[in-house]
């Protein structure tokens, strides 16, 4: 795609980013950004809230507050009940009123499968812009949620996930980042990403790729949701996630030699997953302590930003 430049342009395609952003004043930028999927539970009101969190959650690891969301839908209207649309529509508003989003419109198109998301729209000041990029040497890395939503989802297709992790994880997903979107614009945050479709080790691979630090991740301190280790050894893997490895396995060193089954983890696709955060040294307790105190109860400090090796990410 043809690169295209603006001065107004803060955030454009040159890099992979969660959301665009465009200038409109010294002090106001628009964060614009649009996500949607195929129903991943059955309950259509739980796919309404979890398809919204997930859509939003883009304007959050901006460091922005959406204000305003359109629906986009896609829908088998001749082979599928619309009381299926009608309550999926209703867990979204919902949410978006939980959100403060105000939904102003949307389109719908027949299609053969369902889909169900948001185009978004947020606002930010020009300076406070977080884009996924910025990390300095030393930083350490939060995780504001556990992750494992791909491969519980796969085993609640295959019928094998116990109640445990179907509500643990489904809550997880219908929960908004904006309780740590919050918190972390009272810090001086460097950077900022949310996980979702290419895992924790994708997005992680897109801070560091083309800069001039490295990472490691402690795995031990990763959040990993109820099932998941269990479900992986039973080889309940989306495609995605053994896609998400393929493509960014040249960036890692898995130098203690973890199992597949926690690498599969690592890199698993997450729906509407958590935030992840670099902050310097003193601030990163600080803001962790505020996120335990809010309730936000998963959230880790899981790595840190270093000087070696260049542009990889080791695993500990
Ligand atoms: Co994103
Ligand atoms: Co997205
Ligand atoms: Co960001």
Known sequence: MP???????????ERPDDAGVYKLRDDLALVVTLDFFTPIVDDPYTFGQIAVANALSDVYAMGARPILAMNIICFPINTMDISILQETLRGGSDKMHQADVLLVGGHSVE??????????????????????SKAKVGDKLILTKPIGTGIISTAIKAKMADDI?????IESMKTLNRGPA???SKFNVRACTDVSGFGLLGHACEMIED???GMTIYESNVPILPGTKEYAKQGLIPGGTYRNQQFRVHMIDNNGGLSEDIMHILFDAQTSGGLLIAIPEPDANKLLSAMHEKGISDAAIIGEITDEPKGRIVIK
């Not at 690169?3 to 395609?13: A, H, N």
């Not at 299609?111 to 729209?121: I, M, Q, R």
Request: aromatic share 4%; hydrophobic share 30%.
């Open 3 to 13: 690169t295209i430049s603006d001065p107004k342009l803060i955030v454009g395609m």
């Open 111 to 132: 299609d053969n499968e369902f889909k169900y998301g948001l185009s978004v729209t947020g606002t930010i000041h020009p300076n406070r812009v977080l884009t996924n």
């Open 165 to 169: 992790s179907t509500q643990t994880s």
């Open 182 to 184: 919050e918190l972390m």
């Open 211 to 213: 800069t001039d630090v």
